[in-house]
Nanobody, 123 residues
Framework: QLQLVESGGGLVQPGGSLRLSCAAS????????IGWFRQAPGKEREGVSC????????NYADSVKGRFTISRDNAKNTVYLQMNSLKPEDTAVYYCAAYRFGLCVMNNGVLYWGQGTQVTVSS
């Protein structure tokens, strides 16, 4: 069984922080670039961030730049998304995904998805 498992979601007030984790079950995560996506009700799923296998290459959606930080600990087989200064518009189900290739590049298809974790930002 090859699966990604997200954790760390929950309810936070505007301006608060959460750290999401993405862990691998059944395979070694450090072979893959990992992306975070989110989908809000009535919205298309959008890419939030991506990190290369080594952690040396990252990218972020404009909407989260300066607030979110992606990182990885390959020894722990885990990728993190630190989310600070959260806004109500960040409310969504967040998914992590393992890409085919090790860099965050175009035409890099997703091989594995997590089940998603709910993030709700509300006062």
């Amino acid at each position: 069984q090859l699966q990604l498992v997200e954790s760390g979601g929950g309810l936070v007030q505007p301006g608060g922080s959460l750290r999401l984790s993405c862990a691998a079950s059944g395979f070694t995560l450090n072979h893959y670039a990992i992306g975070w996506f989110r989908q809000a009700p009535g919205k298309e799923r959008e890419g939030v961030s991506c990190i290369s296998t080594s952690g040396g290459n990252t990218n972020y959606a404009d909407s989260v730049k300066g607030r979110f930080t992606i990182s990885r600990d390959n020894a722990k087989n885990t990728v993190y998304l630190q989310m600070n200064s959260l806004k109500p518009e960040d409310t969504a189900v967040y998914y992590c995904a393992a890409y085919r290739f090790g860099l965050c590049v175009m035409n890099n298809g997703v091989l594995y998805w997590g089940q998603g974790t709910q993030v709700t930002v509300s006062s």
